[in-house]
């Protein structure tokens, strides 16, 4: 349980609760847990099981034991595991694969989006709050923002504050493959969100 303390400060922060509301959950002091987490006390298994109750995970998951692909606090997602998601409400041109599905508290979402060639009608766009990051993987794209359109080519990048109406379209004959994540950043819990199901629609948060 060497790295314990540092996966405790980590899972907490993840779930947005402070010292006392992780106190309220598991019964155990405030200052009981803050000794915890800075590696002053050394959990015994009863406060083991209550913490880990606490955050809805097996012991083994939270003592590091799990195996890799079952440890949220390492989230490994091979390529043919991407998560593909439903396309935002009447925008089916769109595709998105989720690429950290399997960890359900996250500060950033990682997509990979494949843009749509649709020039016959204006690009849909999607203002949230927060920032986001775009690397085209492969070919190339035309990216607006707000009154700014540039032409991406692979290898390059933007990072822009996503209020402001943005979107993407592939160029040219090449399907294009972008990397997307983005951040909220609506307080202390942003980017805290669970994993969206297969059936559900993501929030209107790409391209």
Request: hydrophobic letters at 35%; a negative charge.
């Amino acid at each position: 349980m060497t790295h314990l303390p540092f996966r405790l400060r980590a899972l907490r922060r993840q779930h947005g609760l402070s010292l006392e509301q992780l106190a309220q959950r598991t019964g155990l002091t405030k200052s009981y847990l803050s000794k915890l987490e800075r590696a002053v006390s050394a959990p015994s298994i009863s406060t083991v099981v209550k913490l880990a109750q606490a955050y809805g995970m097996g012991v083994s998951q939270l003592i590091g034991e799990a195996d890799l692909d079952q440890d949220e606090s390492v989230c490994v997602v091979r390529r043919h595991d991407r998560m593909p998601l439903p396309s935002v409400a009447g925008h089916s041109v769109y595709r998105y694969e989720s690429m950290a599905g399997r960890r359900r508290f996250r500060l950033m979402d990682p997509f990979v989006i494949y843009p749509p060639h649709d020039h016959q009608q204006p690009a849909p766009t999607f203002p949230h709050g927060g920032e986001e990051f775009l690397f085209v993987i492969q070919g190339q794209v035309q990216v607006t923002i707000a009154e700014h359109s540039m032409t991406l080519e692979t290898g390059d990048s933007v990072y822009f504050d996503s209020e402001l109406p943005h979107s993407v379209l592939s160029l040219g004959d090449q399907q294009a493959q972008v990397l997307a994540v983005t951040c909220s950043d609506s307080g202390p819990t942003a980017g805290r969100r669970s994993t969206p199901e297969p059936q559900a629609e993501p929030t209107q948060t790409l391209p």
